[in-house]
């Protein structure tokens, strides 16, 4: 029995590569629904990215939700220095035909969740966390219904990317990730500790590349572009392939190692955004989170491009 899941997203094109490989996996995933998210860039465009995105593989059955255009209570910090003015740089999709489904995403989720038995959802997040928020302050049985949370957000030892100590998906909405870390629900977080030990290196996507389906030959392109910045950042071959690593938790965890752990999320002006994780024990605070470390990099490039490259139809 294939797994509900709902992605939230703002989709990036590691974003993008995240929910092609659950349509990729049908036998162990069922993709419920896709709700976006202002993060990466404006709500109008990460919505777009991810009809774009649908329509490339031939999936137009998923419904994707328009949610929140912004935080729950601070300005909306884009990131296209990094992802490109339209958050999908590197190769030109035509405009979707494509529409949103009709209604709020925050409404979907809580619709979804509730309309199904207790525990069988797992809500995946690779975004700012503001839809999830709304829904638990729309519907606080929310969290209990969940199966779980697996979101891709936080760093500790590694360090911030969007500021010395904070990862950009906990940064843009700091309000609504402790709302979601306070919420009760399961949860594993997969932090910047985690996604920087797999990089894009141009090995790895010459092997996406060479899978030779159309839709592979678009990733190449727009992975290639999205990891520039990385690049040039870090010194490094290639840039960490984040979000994925959401669903090729729940097709292979034991490619992960980590432990539970309490999480505290700083609002702190000078601090914001930073997961303070708890990795020793030291404060005596409750586990509120599976915090993962460890990845076998190999093993997640081969998992991404196996379910990536069958994500088309035909
Ligand atoms: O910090 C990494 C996160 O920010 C990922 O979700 C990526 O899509 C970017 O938005
Ligand atoms: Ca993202």
């Known amino acids: 029995m294939a797994r509900p899941i709902i992605i939230d997203t703002d989709p990036s094109p590691d974003d993008a590569v995240a929910f092609l490989m659950a349509l990729g996996s049908p036998d162990e995933l069922d993709l419920l629904a896709i709700t976006t998210v202002g993060g990466n860039a404006p709500l109008v465009l990460t919505t777009k990215n ?6 490339l ?38 405009e979707p035909k494509l529409k949103p489904a009709a209604g709020f995403a925050p ?13 069988a959802v797992t809500m995946c997040c690779l975004a700012p966390l503001t839809n999830l928020a709304l829904a638990l302050a729309r ?3 929310l969290a209990a219904r969940l199966e779980r949370i697996v979101l891709m957000g ?17 940064y843009v909405d700091p309000e609504a990730a402790r709302r979601v870390f306070a919420c009760g629900a399961p949860i594993v977080m997969i932090p910047l500790d985690c996604t920087h030990q797999a990089l894009t290196a141009k090995a790895r996507l010459a092997r996406l590349r060479a899978v030779g389906k159309p839709h592979m030959e678009a990733f190449f392109h727009l992975l290639t572009a999205n990891k520039r910045f990385d690049e040039a ?11 994925p690593t959401v669903v090729a938790y729940l097709l292979r965890p034991e490619l992960f190692g980590g432990r539970d752990v309490s999480v ?17 024990g030291v404060t005596g605070r409750p586990v509120n989170a599976k915090v993962l470390r460890a990845i076998d990099a190999e ?9 990536l490259s069958r994500a088309a139809r035909g």
Do not use: Q
């Not at 409404?107 to 525990?119: F, N, Q, T, Y």
């Not at 950042?233 to 979000?243: A, R």
């Open 299 to 307: 093993g997640y490039f081969d998992i991404v491009i196996e379910r």
């Open 154 to 170: 936080g760093a500790f030892s590694e360090g911030g990317n969007v500021s010395p100590c904070a990862e950009y998906n906990i």
């Open 57 to 94: 593989v031939g999936r137009p059955e998923t419904p994707v939700y328009a949610g929140a255009a912004g935080p729950l209570c601070r300005n909306l910090e884009t990131a296209e220095y990094v992802h490109g003015e339209n958050g999908f740089e590197g190769f030109d999709l035509p």
């Open 139 to 141: 519907e606080p049985r």
């Open 50 to 55: 991810a009809l774009k995105a649908l329509e």
């Open 233 to 243: 950042k870090y010194g490094t071959d290639g840039g960490p392939l984040h979000d």
């Open 264 to 280: 505290e999320i700083s609002c702190d002006e000078m601090t914001r955004g930073m997961t303070i994780v708890d990795w020793w």
């Open 107 to 119: 409404d979907a989720i809580v619709d979804l969740v509730m309309a199904r038995p207790e525990r």
